[in-house]
């Protein structure tokens, strides 16, 4: 799953800073602002000069916490430094240890920001977020067994329920100030303003340095419910690809879910409803994905709570057009799954969600002024969405639309990925130009351009069959026609 991460919650606390090695605790904290600072400018033109200077602050702030290891400041400017930088794609990149590492070392140091202030609400959303990351690697590897993750879930949605709950309190004090100001400032009339006088020469003047803390928002407000419900989407992921699914679990994911949709219509009106939206969309799909393939909803329920979720999206968008594509995929799938094993889903069902993505993606390729990435996208994906409906011709299903189709439907995949082939770049080339190979030997045509490496092939043969694109006996086929019974491919 892939979901945004927010950096700062608030404003660095500063202090003044000193020429002369830190001696207490706000000189360390000041020499370790100044190096974030710096690190700050060069971020954007030079992420690995960015990142020696926020790993000199960081070791500011370790040496001042050695010495001073009660210094909440410290310890919290030193997790946060941490945690930015293994969310930030620019510093991600600059990482000298593995990023699964790097998450635990940030998770870490939040823990012992917290245990020095509990009711710190930026790293409680802090922790709650790498908490997340973390269980979402390690489902994502096969050396980890899924349920593994759950426990970390479990405490990161405790922890931003904790962090809400505070923010609450805060933003409901903030609104009672401002109310008792105002009836104050009308109560009161003027008052003659007056000069501070120093009680020295400006050499006599000690500087100070203050913490000003941002008051909650509903902006920060729903910015906590947001991140909930993306811990729960994966929280509901990771349940539906393991045998760790059951009904109390989603009893109380559906419950819980229900309480932050109520808050979250309470303070969304200043917010993005597109962003917001789409989340919702996500965490609802990815709920009856695991309902349905835990047995508690059938076909229908699930063709029909999604139709109504999407009443919700703005379908002139193209991350709306593309996120309502991903939703029927899932759906797909999964009522494939109980195709083969043996369960009774009408075909027809199937083959409309399939049409209905493909036309969502047809519109999301027509967007105007749309990025080369979006187009490259778009065309693999309605590539995809042919291969599948391809397969609606095979048994178990044996559809008769697709199977009097089935030439069609071939061509135009062929056509879709080499449009996507001739506008991918970087990365994506050698793919992009597997998937039309994949193709032509699918079809049993003759490919004029650059065959690519057979391991890139093998690989991207095993993902297509993955993800039901080819069933077995294709890629007995396709592995047949390039060669691979030899060492190297065959030039088609």
Not at 7 to 29: C, F, H, I, N, V
């Amino acid at each position: 799953m892939s979901k945004p991460k927010a950096l700062l919650k608030q404003g660095k606390q500063k202090r003044k800073s000193s020429q002369q090695s830190p001696e207490t605790a706000d000189e360390y904290l000041s020499v370790g602002v100044d190096l974030e600072e710096a690190g700050e400018k060069w971020r954007a033109g030079d992420a690995a000069k960015s990142m020696r200077f926020f790993l000199k602050a960081i070791n500011t702030y370790n040496e001042g916490l050695s010495r001073f290891p009660l210094s909440i400041d410290l310890a919290y400017n030193k997790a946060r430094l941490q945690y930015e930088s293994v969310t930030h794609p620019l510093l991600v990149s600059q990482l000298q240890v593995p990023i699964i590492d790097a998450l635990g070392t940030a998770l870490e140091s939040h823990r012992i920001a917290l245990r020095l202030d509990q009711n710190n609400t930026d790293a409680l959303f802090n922790t709650g977020e790498l908490l997340t990351e973390i269980a979402e690697r390690i489902a994502e590897d096969e050396k980890h067994a899924d349920s593994n993750a759950l426990p970390l879930l479990e405490e990161a949605i405790q922890l931003l329920q904790r962090c809400l709950e505070l923010q609450q309190s805060q933003f409901m004090q903030f609104k009672n100030d401002v109310d008792i100001a105002m009836n104050d400032q009308i109560d009161k009339p003027p008052q003659p303003s007056t000069s501070l006088q120093s009680g020295g020469s400006d050499g006599d003047v000690e500087e100070q340095w203050v913490s000003v803390v941002e008051p909650v928002t509903e902006d920060s407000l729903v910015d906590t419910i947001l991140a909930q419900i993306g811990t729960f989407t994966t929280f509901c992921n990771i349940l539906s690809n393991g045998d760790t699914l059951d009904q109390e679990s989603l009893q109380w994911v559906d419950e819980s879910s229900i309480e932050l949709m109520n808050k979250l219509q309470a303070y969304q009106r200043g917010s993005n409803p597109g962003e917001i939206a789409l989340r919702i969309i996500q965490f609802r799909s990815a709920f009856l994905e695991a309902s349905f393939r835990g047995g508690f909803v059938d076909a229908e329920t699930y063709r029909a709570e999604l139709s109504t979720t999407f009443k919700t999206v703005d379908m002139s968008s193209y991350s709306g057009l593309m996120a309502h594509t991903e939703c029927l995929v899932s759906f797909v799938s999964n009522l494939n799954d109980k195709v083969h094993q043996q369960e009774s889903i009408p075909p027809g069902t199937i083959w409309e969600a399939l049409s209905t993505a493909m036309a969502s993606l047809t519109k999301a390729s027509q967007m105007p002024d749309s990025p080369q990435s979006d187009l490259t996208t778009t065309h693999s994906k309605r590539g995809d969405i042919s291969l599948m409906q391809f397969q609606l011709g095979k048994p178990p299903v044996s559809f008769t639309t697709a199977i009097r189709n089935a030439e069609m439907l071939l061509k135009n995949a062929s056509t879709y990925y080499r449009n996507a082939s001739n506008l991918a770049t970087g990365g994506e080339k050698g793919r992009g130009i597997a998937k039309p190979v994949i193709l032509a030997a699918l079809r049993g045509d003759s490919f004029d351009g650059n065959v690519p490496p057979a391991p890139i092939l093998e690989d991207l043969i095993l993902e297509m069959m993955n993800e039901q694109l080819l069933d077995y006996q294709d890629v007995r086929l396709i592995r047949s026609r390039l060669g691979f019974d030899s060492v190297n491919p065959i030039n088609m």
